[in-house]
Structures are given as structure tokens and as C-alpha cells.
């Protein structure tokens, strides 16, 4: 019997991203088609079968689908076929699986995107380090000392 992975997500007018949580995983493979289906499946590390499809909200296009493959998780940039704020990730209006989940760290509003140009393009993130270990405090947001900032 196969298991699914926590997946997070977050989007873009362009993009939908999905973080898969699985350390250690193999024999991955995902899959994108144009009708807006997105297929994961894996091996995990005490050889359990994981595998999940999604019928996204939208159409993709599956050319522009990338994938990484870190230590810890598996990351999806997903293109969409035609730009613009989805509703929900999900074609279905049913409550998403449990194991669906919002990604904070990479949600952006609607109105933020365009404030938002010093996020690092898909190109420019690094996902693992020289040795191929990540760092425990990817993805953490730095928050400045507030009370520093108040002077008391």
C-alpha cells in the first residue's frame, strides 16, 4: 500500500510550486500534463512506496515544469499555462487531503508580486550545498529584534 508525503504549496501569476516532504527519497519521478495533472512517486527511505496526483486548478505547460531534488524534500516549479492568480490549487471544490498544506515561507499575495523583485528567480535558488547537505535553517525568515528597534 502506497503512503503520500506532506506536499506544500504556494503560487505566482506564472507558477505553482510544491515542496514534497521526503528525506532520503528514490526512483523519483514526476510527471506534468497540459490538462493540469501533476503525478509524484517515490521510494522513501525504508523502502515505502509514496506516490500522489493532483488535478491542478488550471492547465500547465508541462515544458515548463522543473523539479530538484534535495536531501529532504523534492521541489516542483510548476508553469501555468496562461498567467494569472489561481482560487486554489485544486480543480475540486472539496477541502484539499490532509496531506495538502500552504507553504508560508514561499506564499506571496496577489497584490505583493510585483513589490516582490528581490526573490530569487527559479535559476537562482540553490536547494543543497557543496556537499549536497542542507542547511537546517533553509527557508527561515530573519525578523529583526523589535524591542532593539523601539529603543526601550
Do not use: H
Not at 508541462?62 to 498567467?83: A, D, F, H, M, V
Amino acid at each position: 500500500m502506497s503512503r503520500q508525503p506532506e506536499v506544500l504549496w504556494a503560487q505566482r501569476s506564472d507558477k505553482i510550486y510544491l515542496t514534497v516532504s521526503l528525506p532520503d527519497a528514490k526512483d523519483i519521478s514526476v510527471k506534468c500534463e497540459a490538462e493540469g495533472f501533476f503525478s509524484f512517486s517515490a521510494v522513501g527511505a525504508n523502502g515505502e512506496t509514496f506516490n500522489f496526483t493532483l488535478q491542478l486548478y488550471g492547465n500547465i505547460a508541462p515544458q515548463g515544469c522543473k523539479t530538484k531534488i534535495g536531501l529532504r524534500n523534492i521541489l516542483c516549479s510548476i508553469q501555468k499555462e496562461q498567467k494569472g492568480w489561481w482560487k486554489r490549487l485544486l480543480k475540486s471544490e472539496e477541502k484539499p487531503a490532509p496531506y495538502i498544506k500552504v507553504d508560508w515561507n514561499k506564499w506571496c499575495d496577489e497584490d505583493d508580486e510585483e513589490s516582490e523583485s528581490n526573490l530569487a528567480s527559479d535559476d537562482d535558488i540553490v536547494y543543497t550545498g557543496e556537499n549536497g547537505e542542507t542547511s537546517d535553517d533553509d527557508g527561515m525568515l530573519y525578523l529583526p529584534d523589535l524591542e532593539k528597534a523601539r529603543g526601550n
